[in-house]
């Protein structure tokens, strides 16, 4: 069936937007919101408007020292996705090949489709740990791929790439003409462990990320994009044709948020232990449950009780008033997405209930 246009959509982004509330919420992946009084924020600080530009200086400065970037390859947007948007309008024509990992989170696939690539598929298989095989790579890429699509930590399991394999990924693209997409927005949870981002591995990458999952964020829409700057210009004069001005109170707020990132990571940092915890031993008395143990991060994806993961969440949400994501939004319908990243009380009592609707199936 030849895609079309103006039937672009993310089955996933409208499930999520009007399907996935509940009491216990175990579908979102990020973090729970910050309080608005927990962003010590001024309102004298704060402005609507000012002079249009391409960034806000002070924002585009925050980001890059964040990264540890220079400014002019740093173009700020509103979130991860629009960031996503962004580089590969940058970068792809009609009909170019894109290679895009598989499970991937939908909205990345979409965007592909939606411009028109023609798209080819890398396969990250459960056996392997949901790991980037090499010999994939080398086997699906072509001389007309243009752009290799990847996640890390990987969405939905959570798996990290390993900065070797990330190199040797950018060496076969490099030797073909290619470039590295890889949306970090998960990797900024490695508190303990950071993880240097790909885009220092060469100037065939391009690095998409955001505040809103690791940080609380999400009503910032603080999100990025790293890449060289001639191709960061061609994202910037994109968004004259589909943004033209950012939202500058969130610009603003958003500094605020990254001169005290600090204190805001340490916030994250005690929930999600606190989280691991109750996970892992969930984890422990489920051991059916087969799933990869991430490094990290707020999202686990095991296979569905039952090997059915719409009916399991079904059963889940209508008899439990439990929410978690079904496989098949990700292009495995044996699977499940657990995240722990909301308050530790609703965690707790959200796997509870798993349990229980996991025991169901075996009645």
Same mark, same amino acid.
């Given at each position: 069936?030849?895609?079309?246009?103006?039937?672009?959509?993310?089955?996933?982004?409208?499930?999520?937007?009007?399907?996935?509330?509940?009491?216990? &919420?175990?579908?979102?992946?990020?973090?729970?919101?910050?309080?608005?009084?927990?962003?010590? +924020?001024?309102?004298?600080?704060?402005?609507?408007?000012?002079?249009?530009?391409?960034?806000?200086? %002070?924002?585009?400065?925050?980001?890059?020292?964040?990264?540890?970037? %220079?400014?002019?390859?740093?173009?700020?947007?509103?979130?991860?996705?629009?960031? &996503?948007? !962004?580089?590969? *309008?940058?970068?792809?024509?009609?009909?170019?090949?894109?290679?895009?990992?598989? %499970? $991937?989170?939908?909205?990345?696939?979409?965007?592909?489709?939606?411009?028109?690539?023609?798209?080819?598929?890398?396969?990250?298989?459960?056996?392997?740990?949901?790991?980037?095989?090499?010999?994939?790579?080398?086997? +699906?890429?072509?001389?007309?791929?243009?752009?290799?699509?990847?996640?890390?930590?990987?969405?939905?399991?959570?798996?990290?790439?390993?900065?070797?394999?990330?190199?040797?990924?950018?060496?076969?693209?490099?030797?073909?003409?290619?470039? +590295?997409?890889?949306?970090?927005?998960?990797?900024?949870?490695?508190?303990?462990?950071?993880?240097?981002?790909? #885009?220092?591995?060469?100037?065939?990458? !391009?690095? $998409? *990320?955001?505040?809103?999952?690791?940080?609380?964020?999400?009503?910032?829409?603080?999100?990025?994009?790293?890449?060289?700057?001639?191709?960061?210009?061609?994202?910037?004069?994109?968004?004259? +044709?589909?943004? &033209?001005?950012?939202?500058?109170?969130?610009?603003?707020?958003?500094?605020?948020?990254?001169?005290?990132?600090?204190?805001?990571?340490?916030? *994250?940092?005690?929930?999600?232990?606190?989280?691991?915890?109750?996970?892992?031993? #969930?984890?422990?008395?489920?051991?059916?449950?087969?799933?990869?143990? %991430?490094?990290?991060?707020?999202?686990?994806?095991?296979?569905?009780?039952?090997?059915?993961?719409?009916?399991?969440?079904? !059963?889940?949400?209508?008899?439990?008033?439990?929410?978690?994501?079904?496989?098949? #939004?990700?292009?495995?319908?044996?699977?499940?997405?657990?995240?722990?990243?909301?308050? $530790?009380?609703?965690?707790?009592?959200? !796997?509870?209930?798993?349990?229980?609707?996991?025991?169901?199936?075996?009645?």
């Amino acid at each position: 069936m030849t895609y079309r246009r103006t039937q672009a959509c993310s089955d996933y982004i409208h499930w999520a937007k009007v399907s996935s509330s509940a009491r216990f &919420n175990l579908a979102s992946s990020g973090v729970r919101n910050l309080p608005l009084k927990d962003l010590p +924020v001024r309102l004298e600080e704060l402005e609507i408007s000012t002079s249009g530009s391409y960034g806000y200086p %002070p924002l585009q400065e925050r980001l890059a020292r964040h990264k540890g970037v %220079p400014m002019e390859s740093v173009v700020s947007v509103s979130g991860a996705s629009m960031a &996503n948007f !962004l580089a590969m *309008s940058a970068v792809l024509e009609v009909g170019d090949e894109v290679v895009v990992e598989e %499970p $991937t989170y939908d909205p990345l696939l979409q965007i592909a489709r939606y411009l028109g690539a023609l798209v080819r598929r890398l396969p990250r298989r459960p056996e392997n740990h949901f790991q980037v095989c090499l010999e994939d790579v080398e086997r +699906v890429v072509s001389k007309a791929t243009r752009l290799i699509v990847l996640t890390n930590l990987h969405n939905p399991s959570g798996a990290l790439v390993e900065e070797n394999v990330l190199r040797q990924v950018g060496e076969i693209a490099r030797s073909i003409g290619a470039r +590295v997409l890889v949306d970090e927005v998960y990797l900024e949870m490695l508190f303990d462990q950071p993880v240097q981002s790909a #885009f220092h591995l060469g100037d065939h990458f !391009l690095v $998409t *990320s955001s505040l809103t999952k690791a940080f609380g964020l999400s009503g910032l829409r603080c999100g990025w994009a790293l890449a060289q700057p001639e191709i960061a210009e061609r994202m910037w004069r994109v968004t004259d +044709v589909i943004e &033209n001005i950012s939202a500058h109170v969130a610009e603003r707020m958003s500094v605020c948020a990254l001169d005290h990132l600090e204190e805001i990571s340490a916030r *994250s940092k005690a929930l999600l232990s606190l989280n691991w915890n109750l996970l892992e031993k #969930f984890l422990a008395k489920h051991p059916e449950l087969e799933t990869v143990r %991430p490094p990290g991060g707020t999202i686990v994806f095991p296979r569905a009780p039952g090997g059915d993961g719409y009916t399991f969440c079904k !059963l889940l949400r209508e008899k439990y008033d439990t929410s978690a994501v079904p496989g098949h #939004f990700f292009e495995m319908p044996d699977r499940v997405r657990i995240g722990i990243g909301g308050e $530790t009380r609703e965690v707790e009592e959200g !796997l509870k209930r798993v349990s229980q609707a996991a025991e169901d199936l075996r009645i």
